[in-house]
């Protein structure tokens, strides 16, 4: 089993839905967790940390579920710009990010 | 804000040469960088990390003859892919820490590598 799952996709949204994936994690040691956005060919940008409590940024709300083990991502009123590839971060010691292969979204008008 | 500006963008070579990427950090000092290879439609795969002034660290798997690693100043990193094949073929991509102890990257834009 992988450290830090994802569900590939693609995931095909029509603009202006709400979409939301999840990410699991096999360390319960693992301490903090952030998401990531990837566009094609480009390198990845810290879109969000997620904090045991949840966050919201605007559009965007993030979750931990430590029992369950798993992290998600909720993207609401989606636009065509939200097309990319979400990766997954997991950090369970200092210096060790695993990262998840990312999960494909596609946003059509 | 904190940058890292990564070259080249991306290079074509020849297998059995040697292609060097540099990282350098802006307006801040990073003492540690980490190096990273993306194959398509993988994660990021840590290959190693750099140490200013010391020795990089190679994750298990990663010949650290092949990948030749250079910290030798706080704020450049350079990661030379000596005698490249075609399964060298990657995404490689450097990152740094910002502020010591953080756990938020800050990425380079990414080194293409396509070996012939």
């Known amino acids: 089993r992988k450290e830090v799952e994802q569900d590939p996709g693609p995931f095909n949204v029509p603009e202006g839905a709400t979409v939301a994936f999840n990410c699991t994690y096999s360390?319960?040691?693992?301490?903090?967790f952030f998401w990531y956005r990837q566009d094609c060919r480009k390198e990845p940008k810290l879109l969000m940390s997620?904090?045991?409590?949840?966050n919201e940024d605007g559009r965007f709300t993030a979750q931990l579920n430590r029992a369950s083990q798993y992290i998600s991502l909720l993207i609401r009123d989606s636009k065509l710009s939200d097309s990319a590839t979400y990766l997954c971060?997991?950090?369970?010691?200092?210096?060790?990010?695993?990262w998840g292969a990312g999960t494909k979204l596609i946003i059509k008008p | 804000g904190a940058v890292v500006s990564q070259h080249p963008s991306w290079v074509i070579c020849k297998s059995g040469t040697s292609v060097k990427i540099e990282c350098r950090s802006l307006?801040?000092?990073?003492?540690?960088m980490f190096w990273y290879r993306q194959f398509p439609k993988q994660s990021l795969m840590l290959m190693a990390t750099?140490?200013?002034?010391?020795?990089?660290?190679?994750e298990q798997g990663v010949e650290k003859d092949k990948f030749l690693i250079n910290h030798a100043s706080l704020t450049l990193s350079t990661l030379t892919v000596t005698s490249a094949h075609p399964e060298d073929s990657s995404f490689y991509i450097c990152?740094?820490?910002?502020?010591?102890?953080?756990?938020?990257?800050?990425f380079g834009a990414g080194s293409r590598l396509t070996v012939l």
């Open positions: 307006d801040f000092q990073a003492t540690t």
């Open positions: 971060v997991v950090n369970h010691s200092n210096y060790q990010l695993i």
């Open positions: 990152s740094a820490r910002f502020s010591s102890g953080a756990n938020v990257l800050t």
């Open positions: 750099s140490n200013e002034g010391s020795k990089a660290t190679y």
């Open positions: 997620v904090y045991s409590s949840g």
């Open positions: 360390n319960s040691a693992s301490q903090s």
